[in-house]
């Protein structure tokens, strides 16, 4: 069985751009997670989806991120425009549904900001 | 507000050793407790999963404990490796809702030989 896909892998930028970041879930999988990972932090849940409809995003700084799920399989995480603070490992989880215990990580996308 | 707490903040033993995280939690109502294992520059990948009436669970080596009543889990890590080194996260789930979990800060284990 196949994992969850994310690219890209590394990503560096300077402040006020913009970055996209795809994530390709375990095929059946409806709920797809988008987490931000501070380094020496937890991650941290940014948007979750059901199928393609968002159950949560009371994380997502919305003035500047913001993610869609077309389709209700590919997702894309936006952020526009960048900020220093936005330096940290983005990572992508899904699961066969929101009660399903188990959720199945993708290896993330490491995000610097200069 | 749901927390979940991780101690030690890191860790440092020799090859072989045994060792103990520990967890506690305030996430409420429970549904489940996590631990996961996060490799550098990986994602994390899950230990074990234990729901309510489950107090205890093995994955090799690895074993996880829950005492609901305290609110509390402990992994414990028996005769250590050196590809043990890692951040071991707890996450805990509540009933209902969208079943957000809340993630511990993790623990970082460094494995000497």
């Known amino acids: 069985e196949a994992g969850v896909a994310q690219s890209p892998r590394y990503k560096i930028i300077e402040k006020r751009q913009s970055v996209a970041f795809w994530c390709n879930p375990i095929?059946?999988?409806?709920?797809l997670y988008w987490y931000q990972q501070i380094l020496g932090q937890g991650p941290k849940l940014l948007i979750q989806f059901q199928n393609n409809g968002v159950v949560d995003d009371s994380q997502l700084p919305k003035d500047r991120f913001s993610a869609e799920r077309l389709k209700g399989v590919d997702s894309t995480l936006k952020i526009q425009p960048a900020k220093l603070e936005d330096s940290a490992v983005y990572l992508c989880?899904?699961?066969?549904?929101?009660?399903?215990?188990?959720?199945?990580f993708g290896p993330g996308t490491r995000l610097t900001v200069t | 507000k749901n927390q979940v707490e991780q101690s030690p903040q890191s860790l440092i033993i020799l090859e072989g050793k045994n060792c103990t995280l520990q967890?506690?939690?305030?996430?409420?109502?429970?549904?489940?407790l996590r631990w996961y294992k996060q490799d550098t520059g990986r994602g994390p990948v899950s230990l074990t999963i234990m729901t309510f009436s489950e107090n205890t669970k093995s994955n090799g080596r690895y074993t996880a404990t829950l005492d609901a009543d305290t609110k509390q889990s402990s992994l414990h890590i028996t005769a250590s490796q050196l590809s043990d080194s890692a951040s071991y996260i707890c996450v805990v789930s509540a009933i209902g809702g969208s079943y957000i979990p809340t993630f511990g800060r993790g623990t970082s284990l460094i494995v000497h030989p």
């Open positions: 989880a899904s699961s066969l549904d929101p009660q399903s215990y188990e959720q199945y």
């Open positions: 095929s059946g999988h409806a709920t």
């Open positions: 967890c506690n939690y305030t996430v409420s109502p429970f549904s489940n």
